[in-house]
């Protein structure tokens, strides 16, 4: 069974910077292309950012473009969004997501970021 | 543009046939994907590849492809397809990159 937990979400000020973790289990994780969705609260989906099965491409919205890192760890099942610069705008629940050919299958859960003061 | 269109809601009574249209000049070339998401839960991918259901995913959901605009038909729709729709599309070449979901359909089911 596919499962994907996402975790690092909270509250943060603006211009302030967030790590967000994804865990992932049941399939060949280094075989699979993985994506950062986001969804603004009460509205609709944006895929923020994705990254090769190999880690070696990474893809972003332009939205978060030089913002935004995303990065994987094969050996631990695990893919991270590193975030900088934050603003409100960046306020959303943020989902992992399986995506192969960067097209999301399985999601997690997803994890809340709030930016405010 | 790299946008997708889909109308705000759509309302059927149970057992009548919901269709919910996304519009986009991309969808001429590519495929197009749709997710259901309820209240409060993760999206779940309902339709790939313009036409192929998931494993586990009813028979009575159907999609199609047609030009710019695709589809996703419900036939017979239940009280538990009640939920938001959302379409999304790639177009990727080796200069650009643009992923890109629908702005979302309300699906009631009363």
């Known amino acids: 069974e596919v499962q994907i937990v996402e975790s690092g979400g909270g509250l943060v000020q603006p211009g302030g910077s967030l790590r967000l973790s994804c865990g992932a289990s049941?399939?060949?994780?280094?075989?699979?292309?993985m994506s950062w969705v986001r969804q603004t609260p009460g509205k609709g989906l944006e895929w923020v950012a994705g990254?090769?099965?190999?880690?070696?491409?990474?893809y972003y919205a332009d939205s978060v473009k030089g913002r935004f890192t995303i990065s994987r760890a094969n050996s631990k099942n695990t893919v991270d969004l590193q975030m900088t610069s934050l603003t409100v705008e960046d306020t959303a629940v943020y989902y992992c997501?399986?995506?192969?050919?960067?097209?999301?299958?399985?999601w997690g859960q997803g994890t809340l970021v709030a930016v405010s003061s | 543009s790299y946008e997708l269109t889909q109308p705000p809601s759509v309302s059927v009574s149970p057992g009548q046939t919901a269709r919910i249209t996304c519009s986009g000049e991309t969808l001429s070339k590519r495929y197009a994907y749709w997710y259901q998401q309820k209240s409060g839960q993760a999206p779940v991918l309902v339709i790939s590849d313009d036409t192929i259901r998931p494993s586990g995913i009813p028979e009575r959901f159907s999609g199609s492809n047609s030009g710019t605009t695709a589809t996703l038909t419900i036939s017979g729709a239940q009280v538990e397809d009640e939920a938001d729709y959302f379409c999304?599309?790639?177009?990727?070449?080796?200069?650009?990159?643009?992923?890109?979901f629908g702005g979302g359909t309300r699906l009631t089911v009363l």
């Open positions: 049941g399939f060949n994780f280094s075989s699979f292309a």
């Open positions: 997501a399986r995506s192969p050919h960067l097209v999301p299958d399985y």
């Open positions: 999304y599309s790639t177009d990727n070449n080796v200069n650009d990159l643009h992923l890109v």
């Open positions: 990254v090769s099965g190999s880690g070696g491409r990474q």
